[in-house]
């Protein structure tokens, strides 16, 4: 295990100094003017977003465990950047650290409150915490933001359904529906909706429609 990490750090390197190779050629006739200052030294801001791309792309492939290390570097020199929260906090997630990405979702919609990656990200933590009040803001958020989306509603309906607002569940449910109309999973939840409202026969007839397209499938 030792010697692949120091192979992957290596290649990180070579990564590294291949990028920078490009930017030292351009700086070539400058430095030399200036005495060659710093010629062959790579800054701070290139090396930080070597690490955060790499970082990202890593997470992009699901290979989160790589991406962690790499984007934790990456946050302490820019704990505002919107693609290091995300990105950093799906790995966390995804590395069972859902405190930890929360948290880092959390500080991105602080920093931008209007993104959808995030608000559906913080919405799906927040209904696998049972924090349903929670997860009706975020995806509501979403929505505002990315437009009809099915997951998006189907989510907004089941955290509606949990808070005992059938209603609005059935609303975000049929919204759904509209999307993709052959889904027996959404007829089966407004179902249950209706049969939480009292409302017997509509919960038959969707009911009857889930199990006539399971079968026809």
Known sequence: MKNLKSVTGIADGVGLYAQAG????????????????????????????????????????????????????????????????????????????????????EQGMKVDGSNARIASALGMVYMQAKQYKKAVEMLEKALETSGDNFDL????GMAYDNLKEYGKAIKAFESALQLRPDEAKVYQSIGFA???????????????????????N
Not at 81 to 104: K, M, W
Not at 153 to 156: D, V
Request: net charge positive; hydrophobic share 35%; glycine share 6%.
């Open 153 to 156: 509603l189907y989510r907004l």
């Open 22 to 105: 490009m930017v030292v050629f351009r700086k070539v006739s400058t430095a030399a003017i200036e005495g060659y200052k710093s010629i062959f030294s790579i800054d701070n801001g290139m090396q930080t977003e070597y690490f955060r791309n790499k970082g990202i792309t890593y997470a992009k492939r699901r290979k989160y465990p790589q991406a962690v290390p790499l984007l934790e570097k990456t946050l302490r020199k820019e704990p505002r950047n919107v693609d290091t929260l995300f990105y950093l906090g799906v790995s966390c997630i995804r590395t069972g650290r859902q405190e930890r990405g929360a948290e880092l979702l």
């Open 194 to 216: 209706y049969e939480q409202k009292g409302d017997r026969k509509s919960a038959v007839a969707n009911f009857k429609k889930a199990l006539e397209l399971e079968n026809s």
